[in-house]
């Protein structure tokens, strides 16, 4: 049975052009037994395979396809090799070159070029040698090269191998082609039939073009969320090291011919110098433009911003939750070099080397090869911007970390000047609009705070809960308090089970105080409560009932908020904070300072940037208290500047708050004064890829614990619970930072 609508792109090259190759070609089997070396062109074996696939010669579009991605991967490889191989044949060479000789210094230039032209001649020469005859046969047009990058060719893969039923390779190529179109429609059709097959594994949806140093990259970052250092910085660390590499070969693959864009190839009249400029200028400009090669991703529409520093950024905070602070110090300086006026990382630094003292702190510097790395850079964009400013060559700079000292003074006042040109058109237009904006914003605002409203009125799945305040009363959007969500006993039943299973400083790695002096902190998680109570070290009623409230929570919210799509967990914690009686008095600090939970928020520039170390993949965040039998401790929503109190919500046995995690709910918790506050602290997502893990680790005990396949609440049950953020680079703790996991 054919997948449904199994469509496929045909290339243009297909009706363009009719190839066929040598019969002996076509029978060269497909594997490693076939050299590389000895293939066809890419793009004849491109056109052959797309032929093959027009009669329905799926042997042959699978033998053609798989040896056409082999070629061009080949040449590819052979150029860098051979690049950088004779990149070093003049230092090979380099006692033949006759000593310096005393002389007028016009004649020593004039020596001085003749050598500089003599290391380029070995050095071309050295390529001949090392390339096959016929190189250049193997240069790929644009449109071809393109089809490659579309990855056009596992289009092809993926029907052939289906009409042959081998399914893992048709599943792998429709992915491979897939992740880098995501919005083909047809093979998303095809993606979702091949899942449905029986026979197909998880297994087999994978990426047969992933680039290693962005697979070590995610996977680092994904274990720094999961909050496992030491198995951050295995992947980090081997992410930099492909990076290099990768690095290397699109340097390497710079060295190409000149393209004369835009150019008539025979009205080209450049002289001598003109030619070497324009040449080395463009070589020069594509080596720059490798930073946005090796940060993008297929099917994503923008790379990875300040990429290669991210990866220290991460690196400093995971080296310094393993314990290892010279490296933690090493990263951070390194980070520096690129951001040198960071004032979070300076912070880091400075608070890493005060725990780890001055006196070993300053001989560590930072990785020499990226101070090789970003030396090179700075002259390369030196010479790139001279470039742009006395011959007209654009240069678009891909780093975000450039100094405004590398960019000549009157580049600098052209590019000011265009930017106010740009800044006083747009006002203009902008003005022009404002009267439309504001009119059109009057007639939809009733409608809008209406469809706010009908939106955040769903029911509240079990009996004997009642709203207590919504949107309008709490004077936001997307907010609600909730009473009667567990009774009096379950709060003292969880309570009970905080003060057996709970660790000081339980989520801000064994911190009593993560976020003031005045109070300690104890916490437990839903899967340790669960294991504690299967060792028999707290009772297995306070844990199971934990587990239960954390899911009635999450389905309160569900369904209240109206989601479309199920919440997942990303964090639940059960915590308290006790006041510290002696340091209660002057006190002025709270409790918890204002934050957003998906957002950085800078209170003076009344914005929150939503990217990392924010937890940006937070959707929704909800608190069930446990008590209100103590003093102080009230939870507030604020206006983004963090100081106008919008709404209060006194903390009472029972009472849940709920709220969207973005930028239009800043919250934070006043000091607690006397006595103890506890309750349930949760955060879900919408995106089930930041699923804690740690839940589904309780899912599965509590399965085989009670021999159940699903939790079945009964509506007198309470359930609460979402996770803390799952770190994103995360600012050190220290005062005045926040870090960790964010604590409603």
Same mark, same amino acid.
């Given at each position: 049975?054919?997948?449904?609508?199994?469509?496929?792109?045909? %290339? &243009?090259?297909?009706?363009?052009?009719?190839?066929?190759?040598?019969?002996?070609? +076509?029978?060269?089997?497909?594997?490693? /037994?076939?050299? !590389?070396?000895?293939?066809?062109?890419?793009?004849?074996?491109?056109?052959?395979?797309?032929?093959?696939? &027009?009669?329905?010669?799926?042997?042959?579009?699978?033998?053609?396809?798989?040896?056409?991605?082999?070629?061009?991967?080949? #040449?590819?490889?052979?150029?860098? @090799?051979?690049?950088?191989?004779?990149?070093?044949?003049?230092?090979?060479?380099?006692?033949?070159?006759?000593?310096?000789?005393?002389?007028?210094?016009?004649?020593?230039?004039?020596?001085?070029?003749?050598?500089?032209?003599?290391?380029?001649?070995?050095?071309?020469?050295?390529? @001949?040698?090392? %390339?096959?005859?016929?190189?250049?046969?193997?240069?790929?047009?644009? /449109? +071809?090269?393109?089809?490659?990058?579309?990855?056009?060719?596992?289009?092809?893969?993926?029907?052939?191998?289906?009409?042959?039923?081998?399914?893992?390779?048709?599943?792998?190529?429709?992915?491979?082609?897939?992740?880098?179109?995501?919005? #083909?429609?047809?093979?998303?059709?095809?993606?979702?039939?091949?899942?449905?097959?029986?026979?197909?594994?998880?297994?087999?949806?994978?990426?047969?073009?992933? =680039?290693?140093?962005?697979?070590?990259?995610?996977?680092?970052?994904?274990?720094?969320?999961?909050?496992?250092?030491?198995?951050?910085?295995?992947?980090?660390?081997?992410?930099?090291? /492909?990076?290099?590499?990768?690095?290397?070969?699109?340097?390497?693959?710079?060295?190409? !011919?000149?393209?004369?864009?835009? $150019?008539?190839?025979?009205?080209?009249?450049?002289?001598?110098?003109?030619?070497?400029?324009?040449?080395?200028?463009?070589?020069?400009?594509?080596?720059?433009?490798?930073?946005?090669?090796?940060?993008?991703?297929?099917?994503?529409?923008?790379?990875?911003?300040?990429?290669?520093?991210?990866?220290?950024?991460?690196?400093?905070?995971?080296?310094?939750?393993?314990?290892?602070?010279?490296?933690?110090?090493?990263?951070? =300086?390194?980070?520096?070099?690129?951001?040198?006026?960071?004032?979070?990382?300076?912070?880091?630094?400075?608070?890493?080397?005060?725990?780890?003292?001055?006196?070993?702190?300053?001989?560590?510097?930072?990785?020499?090869?990226?101070?090789?790395?970003?030396?090179?850079?700075?002259?390369?964009?030196? %010479?790139?911007?001279?470039? $742009?400013?006395?011959?007209?060559?654009?240069?678009?700079?891909?780093?975000?970390? *450039? !100094?405004?000292?590398?960019?000549?003074?009157?580049?600098? /006042?052209?590019?000011?000047?265009?930017?106010? +040109?740009?800044?006083?058109?747009?006002?203009?237009? &902008?003005? %022009?609009?404002?009267?439309?904006?504001?009119?059109?914003?009057?007639?939809?605002?009733?409608?809008?705070?209406?469809?706010?409203?009908?939106?955040?009125?769903?029911?509240?799945?079990?009996?004997?809960?009642?709203?207590?305040?919504?949107?309008?009363?709490?004077?936001?959007?997307?907010?609600?308090?909730?009473?009667?969500?567990?009774?009096?006993?379950?709060?003292?039943?969880?309570?009970?089970?905080?003060?057996?299973?709970?660790?000081? &400083?339980?989520?801000?790695?064994?911190? *009593?105080?993560? #976020?003031?002096?005045?109070?300690?902190?104890?916490?437990?998680?839903?899967?340790?409560?669960?294991?504690?109570?299967?060792?028999?070290?707290?009772?297995?009623?306070?844990?199971?009932?934990?587990?239960?409230?954390?899911?009635?929570?999450?389905?309160?919210?569900?369904?209240?908020?109206?989601?479309?799509?199920?919440?997942?967990?990303?964090?639940?914690?059960?915590?308290?904070?006790?006041?510290?009686?002696?340091?209660?008095?002057?006190?002025?600090?709270?409790?918890?300072?204002?934050?957003?939970?998906?957002?950085?928020?800078?209170?003076?520039?009344?914005?929150?940037?939503?990217?990392?170390?924010?937890?940006?993949?937070?959707?929704?965040?909800?608190?069930?208290?446990?008590?209100?039998?103590?003093?102080?401790?009230?939870?507030?929503?604020?206006?983004?500047?963090?100081?106008?109190?919008?709404?209060?919500?006194?903390?009472?046995?029972?009472?849940?708050?709920?709220?969207?995690?973005?930028?239009?709910?800043?919250?934070?918790? =006043?000091?607690?004064?006397?006595?103890?506050?506890?309750?349930?602290?949760?955060?879900?997502?919408?995106?089930?890829?930041?699923?804690? @893990?740690?839940?589904?680790?309780?899912?599965?005990?509590?399965?085989?614990?009670?021999? +159940?396949?699903?939790?079945?609440?009964?509506?007198?049950?309470?359930?609460?619970?979402?996770?803390?953020?799952?770190?994103?680079?995360?600012?050190? !703790?220290?005062?005045?930072?926040?870090?960790?996991?964010?604590?409603?």
């Amino acid at each position: 049975m054919a997948p449904r609508r199994l469509r496929l792109l045909l %290339l &243009g090259v297909m009706v363009a052009a009719q190839v066929s190759l040598p019969a002996a070609a +076509t029978a060269t089997a497909v594997g490693a /037994e076939a050299d !590389p070396a000895l293939l066809p062109p890419a793009d004849l074996l491109l056109t052959a395979g797309a032929d093959s696939y &027009g009669r329905g010669d799926w042997g042959a579009v699978i033998l053609q396809m798989e040896r056409a991605l082999r070629s061009r991967e080949a #040449h590819r490889a052979r150029l860098a @090799r051979c690049r950088l191989l004779c990149s070093d044949a003049n230092r090979t060479d380099a006692g033949t070159d006759p000593p310096s000789q005393p002389a007028g210094a016009r004649q020593q230039r004039q020596l001085d070029d003749l050598r500089f032209f003599q290391r380029l001649l070995r050095r071309a020469a050295c390529l @001949r040698r090392c %390339l096959p005859d016929g190189a250049s046969r193997y240069q790929l047009g644009e /449109e +071809t090269e393109l089809e490659f990058r579309k990855r056009s060719p596992y289009n092809y893969l993926q029907v052939a191998y289906f009409k042959i039923n081998k399914l893992d390779k048709a599943v792998a190529a429709a992915h491979t082609f897939f992740v880098a179109n995501p919005d #083909h429609m047809e093979m998303r059709q095809n993606l979702e039939y091949y899942q449905m097959m029986a026979g197909v594994k998880e297994s087999d949806f994978v990426d047969l073009e992933a =680039k290693p140093h962005m697979q070590e990259f995610h996977l680092g970052v994904s274990y720094y969320t999961e909050e496992q250092p030491q198995a951050a910085v295995l992947h980090l660390e081997k992410a930099l090291e /492909e990076y290099w590499v990768a690095d290397t070969e699109c340097r390497a693959l710079c060295e190409g !011919p000149y393209d004369y864009e835009g $150019y008539n190839y025979l009205e080209y009249n450049a002289d001598l110098y003109q030619a070497i400029v324009d040449h080395s200028l463009q070589v020069l400009s594509c080596k720059q433009a490798c930073v946005t090669e090796l940060a993008s991703e297929p099917g994503r529409e923008k790379p990875l911003e300040d990429f290669l520093p991210s990866h220290f950024n991460y690196l400093q905070f995971a080296y310094y939750n393993s314990g290892d602070y010279e490296k933690a110090i090493e990263c951070a =300086k390194t980070y520096l070099l690129f951001f040198p006026e960071d004032e979070v990382m300076k912070q880091n630094l400075a608070y890493y080397t005060a725990v780890l003292g001055e006196h070993l702190a300053r001989p560590l510097k930072p990785r020499e090869n990226v101070q090789a790395y970003q030396r090179r850079s700075l002259v390369e964009k030196e %010479l790139l911007f001279f470039g $742009y400013d006395v011959f007209g060559i654009p240069f678009v700079d891909p780093d975000t970390w *450039t !100094p405004e000292a590398v960019i000549p003074k009157r580049l600098l /006042e052209k590019q000011k000047v265009e930017r106010e +040109t740009a800044a006083r058109i747009s006002e203009e237009i &902008g003005n %022009l609009m404002k009267e439309i904006e504001t009119l059109v914003e009057e007639k939809t605002k009733d409608s809008t705070d209406m469809s706010k409203l009908v939106r955040e009125g769903g029911p509240l799945v079990y009996d004997g809960l009642s709203i207590t305040m919504n949107s309008k009363l709490l004077n936001g959007s997307q907010r609600v308090v909730v009473d009667g969500v567990i009774s009096d006993e379950e709060c003292r039943e969880l309570q009970r089970l905080t003060n057996a299973a709970a660790s000081a &400083g339980d989520g801000y790695r064994g911190k *009593t105080s993560p #976020h003031t002096p005045s109070e300690t902190f104890y916490g437990v998680t839903v899967y340790k409560a669960l294991k504690l109570g299967q060792e028999g070290k707290v009772p297995m009623r306070g844990a199971y009932l934990y587990y239960n409230v954390t899911e009635k929570v999450r389905r309160v919210m569900e369904s209240y908020f109206r989601l479309n799509v199920p919440l997942h967990f990303s964090y639940s914690h059960l915590v308290c904070r006790t006041a510290i009686d002696e340091k209660q008095e002057d006190r002025i600090d709270p409790s918890h300072p204002v934050h957003v939970d998906n957002c950085i928020l800078n209170a003076e520039a009344l914005e929150c940037v939503k990217e990392p170390p924010a937890y940006t993949f937070r959707d929704y965040s909800a608190i069930l208290y446990l008590n209100g039998d103590f003093e102080g401790g009230t939870f507030y929503f604020t206006e983004l500047d963090a100081k106008t109190v919008t709404a209060e919500v006194q903390p009472q046995c029972g009472r849940a708050v709920g709220f969207s995690s973005g930028s239009e709910n800043p919250h934070g918790v =006043k000091a607690v004064t006397k006595g103890q506050r506890c309750a349930i602290a949760l955060w879900f997502t919408l995106d089930p890829r930041h699923s804690e @893990r740690d839940r589904v680790q309780a899912d599965d005990l509590v399965r085989m614990l009670f021999n +159940t396949e699903e939790t079945e609440l009964p509506p007198e049950q309470a359930t609460a619970a979402t996770q803390a953020p799952l770190p994103g680079p995360t600012e050190v !703790p220290q005062p005045g930072s926040t870090s960790g996991k964010e604590e409603l």
